[in-house]
């Protein structure tokens, strides 16, 4: 199973016959339509507010997808739930590592190890080999505490944006992005990991 991410604003998704269809603009102003199989689909995200048929998000929600929803720069906006959840154990697990204090800062520091991961190969693929996260991850293990935790993240925050600038030449105000995370298996885990990140 897999997750169907929709980046594309002006993409629209709709169904056909027992298959979804993505169909997104060319830039010659044609239209490239491709169909998706629905039975290989866990849950489908959408960034950046692509369009969504009636259709299409009643079938999803029939065959028990969720969709959920992001800003273009990848802050959670809500979601559409089925109305019975196929992972309603899943979904138990996570309430019960919400209320153990210890397995909660385990998967916080498995978010922000993550990020802070992904985030230094990133920039050493674009040749900033010294880069200010070098050795990091190693930090954000040893910290005892959600405040220690956001304190790296914090750091983080405050260091890879520079970094990421010079990288790619931006300019302005860089508002935020889209990352992937290693083991994420839901978006509601996700999105409570990230509450007490303070990344939300």
């Known amino acids: 199973m897999s997750t169907l991410y929709l980046t594309q604003p002006d993409a629209v998704l709709s169904k056909k016959h027992e298959a979804f269809h993505i169909a997104l603009k060319q830039e010659d102003g044609s239209w490239k339509k491709q169909p ?5 689909l866990e849950d489908i995200v959408l960034l950046g507010y692509p369009s969504i048929t009636g259709e299409a998000l009643g079938y999803a929600l029939e065959l028990g997808l969720p969709v959920h929803y992001l800003t273009q720069f990848g802050k959670y ?3 559409a739930l089925p109305g019975e959840s196929r992972n309603g154990q899943l979904r138990l697990a996570q309430f019960r590592a919400h209320e153990d204090p210890n397995q909660r800062l385990d998967i916080v520091k498995t978010l922000v190890k993550g990020k802070v991961h992904n985030q230094y190969n990133l920039l050493y693929r674009r040749g900033q080999t010294d880069n200010p996260l070098k050795g990091r991850e190693k930090l954000v293990l040893r910290q005892q505490s959600l405040e220690e935790v956001r304190g790296v993240e914090a750091w983080r925050r405050g260091n890879i944006l ?7 030449g931006m300019a302005g105000r860089l508002r935020g992005g889209f990352v992937v995370l290693p083991q994420i298996r839901s978006m509601h885990c996700l999105v409570l990991a990230m509450d007490y990140c303070g990344l939300r």
């Open 36 to 40: 998706i199989p629905a039975q290989t």
């Open 77 to 79: 906006v809500g979601s």
């Open 162 to 168: 520079p970094a990421g600038r010079r990288c790619w």
